[in-house]
């Protein structure tokens, strides 16, 4: 969420709902637990500044060589979860980390 409370442009949509989940151990309550609805980014207004990527606590956003998404229609810019899961395929290995990080 920090990803689209932070976007300039607003341009971050994203839906969920709360659904119960079965306990974790036998005679435990009912979890509660966050369903995602919606993830879409409207690339027509993004202007790539990178604040989403850098935001993200888990390292969920990640850059993509790839910039040619072109549409005859502008609404087809919206990219939802499935399109945007598509682009996955381009984004290149993480960079070891140097000696000594992540400790
Ligand atoms: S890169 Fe695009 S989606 Fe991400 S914060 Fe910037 S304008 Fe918003």
């Given at each position: 969420m920090l990803c689209s409370r932070s976007c300039p442009d607003w341009c971050i949509y994203i839906e969920g709902h709360k659904q119960l989940a079965p306990p974790r151990r036998a005679g435990g309550k009912p979890r509660q637990v966050n369903h995602l609805d919606r993830f879409d980014i409207d690339y027509a207004l993004c202007?790539?500044?990178g604040i989403c990527v850098e935001v993200c606590p888990f390292d969920a956003l990640f850059w993509s060589?790839?910039?040619?998404?072109?549409?005859?229609?502008?609404?087809?810019?919206?990219?939802d979860k499935a399109k945007l899961g598509e682009w996955m395929e381009t984004v290149p290995e993480a960079p070891d980390l140097e000696a000594g990080a992540g400790k």
């Open positions: 202007m790539y500044c060589p790839e910039y040619e998404y072109s549409e005859p229609k502008i609404a087809d810019l919206l990219h």
